[in-house]
């Protein structure tokens, strides 16, 4: 198994902010992933983060609105930039490790007002 | 590009009823099925994957490549069920361990005591 944790676990921000949501995992891992769950919907991918190269964003995200940083292999950030309210989800980070198993993260619960 | 459908928003069952949640798909290759399951206050997890044919607290899916289905099932439901299933399909790349995940909308089973 693997253990993530993810900070911060809630907030409310104002519109027009940003916020930085880090990603921990306990050991290394090649691939990281970003999801976002908007209220009464699934979870929808935004990104996959790799080590040492630019994060894959999925198609209807962009880099300029969702910067990912991976800087070592056990950690990612995701900063969701200049939000509105249609930002408001719980944003969740994974992992992929052993036979095809996915690992999520307890996820971050934005509030944007 | 692949979906996941999950017909049923809520479901309920009484105890020792049997249980089944519903999942289609739409994949032009051959589909890794997995579902996923999100019981109160916790995070999501892996429940079971197509590959492995296993049984895991009872339920059981098999893939039906003829009618694109992966159903879940359990013959008597427990009330320790109740929770969010989520169907999940998996799109492999040519580099094993970057598997993304597709989810449906998710099914909120409830158990009636």
């Known amino acids: 198994s693997a253990v993530i944790s993810q900070k911060p676990s809630r907030d409310i921000c104002q519109r027009g902010t940003s916020l930085t949501i880090q990603c921990q995992v306990d050991s290394q891992v090649t691939m990281m992933f970003w999801y976002r769950q908007q209220p009464g919907q699934s979870l929808t991918l935004i990104a996959t983060a790799n080590q040492g190269s630019e994060a894959t964003y999925e198609s209807g995200f962009v880099i300029d609105k969702f910067p990912i940083s991976r800087p070592n292999l056990t950690f990612s950030t995701l900063t969701v930039s200049n939000m509105s309210p249609e930002d408001s989800s719980i944003y969740l980070c994974s992992v992929f490790r052993g036979s095809y198993e996915q690992y999520f993260g307890p996820g971050t619960r934005l509030t944007v007002t | 590009a692949q979906r996941v459908t999950q017909p049923e928003k809520l479901l309920s069952v009484f105890k020792g009823a049997p249980v089944e949640l519903k999942c289609n798909y739409s994949y032009s290759g051959s589909p890794e099925l997995f579902w996923y399951v999100q019981y109160s206050r916790q995070r999501l997890q892996l429940l079971l994957r197509?590959?492995s044919r296993e049984s895991i607290k009872g339920f059981t899916a098999d893939l039906n490549k003829g009618e694109t289905s992966f159903h879940l099932k359990k013959p008597f439901a427990q009330e320790e069920d109740s929770a969010m299933y989520y169907c999940?399909?998996?799109?492999?790349?040519?580099?094993?361990?970057?598997?993304?995940?597709?989810f449906g909308t998710g099914t909120r089973l409830t158990i009636i005591p």
């Open positions: 999940a399909l998996s799109d492999r790349r040519s580099n094993f361990g970057n598997e993304k995940l597709t």
């Open positions: 197509h590959i």
